[in-house]
């Protein structure tokens, strides 16, 4: 797994629960270091340890926790980086899930070793979606699911999508968009303004 997603998610950990969990979590995973390194890659039965050991501590399901941890992608101040990037897909709702398919090329603009998910959008017609997630990592279709959510909360639209399961070793997501205006969304600028 790479670095990037393991220190992404400890940090979702250290801000939503504290520094004190995170810091148990560490010593039971007994890997010789305090933090993961985002320039390196790490064994994947570490990451699945450490969702493992978060969802004992929390007595939170890990599909729960990845969830929250995709949610945290878009909404969390320590997180802005990822929102514009998604952000960048579209000017509202529908524009950014036609760019979903886009989003691993995107994502290795910025971060070349970086394996997201392939993801395939299919339109069903009458605001209906299906996602199929396919990645060796199991576990991403529940953070597509709290991201997109947020990210509905973030357009301003009424959406509802639900985690429909594994099918042909793909995690698939249902989306329904009943209303592309249904909110005002939060405020967005493609030029990230550095006040002056």
């Not at 939503?16 to 305090?34: C, H, K, Q, R, V």
């Not at 069903?124 to 990645?135: A, E, H, Q």
């Not at 099918?167 to 939060?186: C, K, P, S, W, Y």
Request: glycine share 10%.
């Amino acid at each position: 797994m790479h670095g990037l997603i393991n220190r992404s998610f400890e940090s979702f950990l250290k801000v939503t629960y504290g520094a004190s969990l995170w810091a148990g979590i560490a010593e039971e995973l007994d890997a010789g270091f305090e933090q993961f390194e985002p320039v390196l890659h790490y064994d994947d039965a570490l990451s699945y340890q450490m969702l493992e050991s978060a969802s004992n501590r929390l007595a939170k399901p890990p599909e729960t926790l990845l969830e929250d941890f995709g949610t945290f992608l878009v909404a969390a101040p320590a997180a802005e980086r990822v929102r514009r990037l998604l952000r960048f897909g579209g000017v509202d709702y529908e524009d950014f899930l036609a760019s979903l398919e886009d989003l691993r090329g995107r994502a290795r603009l910025a971060v070349p070793d970086l394996d997201l998910p392939q993801v395939e959008l299919e339109d069903r017609g009458g605001g209906l979606y299906r996602l199929v997630c396919r990645s060796p990592h199991k576990g991403f279709g529940h953070v597509y699911l709290g991201m997109l959510r947020a990210l509905a909360d973030d357009y301003g639209a009424l959406v509802l999508i639900e985690f429909e399961g594994d099918a042909d070793g793909a995690e698939v997501l249902t989306i329904r968009l009943a209303d592309v205006d249904f909110a005002e969304g939060r405020a967005f600028d493609l030029a990230d303004r550095v006040a002056g």
